[in-house]
């Protein structure tokens, strides 16, 4: 079974992200793969400095990193904080990135050569697509290969019904198709 990790790059409750992350992953689920939903809340993961890197590799950032290199494909959920990403999801991209045990400096266990999809509700008109620029450019760094498919909602606010469904046919069809291209792809990087 494909195994797909959705990543949110939120903690608020309420948050609309969470709300697209958990659409996703019930289309992963129903497109045949495993999802594993990641709370990036339950990680202790202090702010990226090489120094606190050299010193002690926190356990966290270790276990979110063999967490995510056992996954076939990655999603990622983002909100749009001033035009790019949080630091919460950036932070948490860059402990997964270092390279530990034997590894060496450009490993990228976590991420290379496995396949991405990437998300974005906002209460803009954009609907989180700046923060998507961003986020498409990291992860191609990271060497991902990350699908062209994506979605924004925009008007977060007034897109999802009271269920946690998207009230326009337009956002919820790209959940569908973006979630089955990621399958596919992964699927077809992993065999």
Request: without cysteine; aromatic residues 6%; proline residues 6%.
């Amino acid at each position: 079974m494909t195994s797909i990790a959705v990543i949110v790059g939120s903690t608020r409750e309420g948050s609309y992200n969470r709300a697209l992350g958990e659409l996703a992953a019930s289309s992963l689920e129903a497109q045949g793969a495993g999802v594993t939903r990641v709370d990036l809340a339950a990680f202790d993961l202090p702010l990226y400095s090489s120094a606190l890197e050299a010193d002690a590799f926190p356990p966290d950032a270790q276990q979110l990193k063999m967490l995510l290199a056992a996954q076939d494909g990655l999603l990622f959920v983002s909100p749009e904080y001033n035009g790019s990403l949080p630091p919460l999801l950036k932070n948490a991209i860059d402990w997964a990135s270092r390279p530990t045990g034997d590894e060496g400096l450009v490993a990228l266990s976590a991420y290379r050569g496995k396949a991405a999809a990437i998300m974005s509700a906002s209460i803009s008109p954009f609907g989180g697509l700046r923060g998507l620029m961003h986020l498409r450019q990291i992860l191609s760094t990271i060497q991902m290969i990350v699908i062209p498919e994506q979605v924004v909602v925009p008007n977060a606010h007034v897109a999802f019904a009271g269920d946690g469904s998207l009230k326009e046919p337009l956002p919820a069809s790209l959940v569908e198709m973006t979630a089955g291209r990621l399958v596919a792809v992964a699927r077809a990087l992993s065999a």
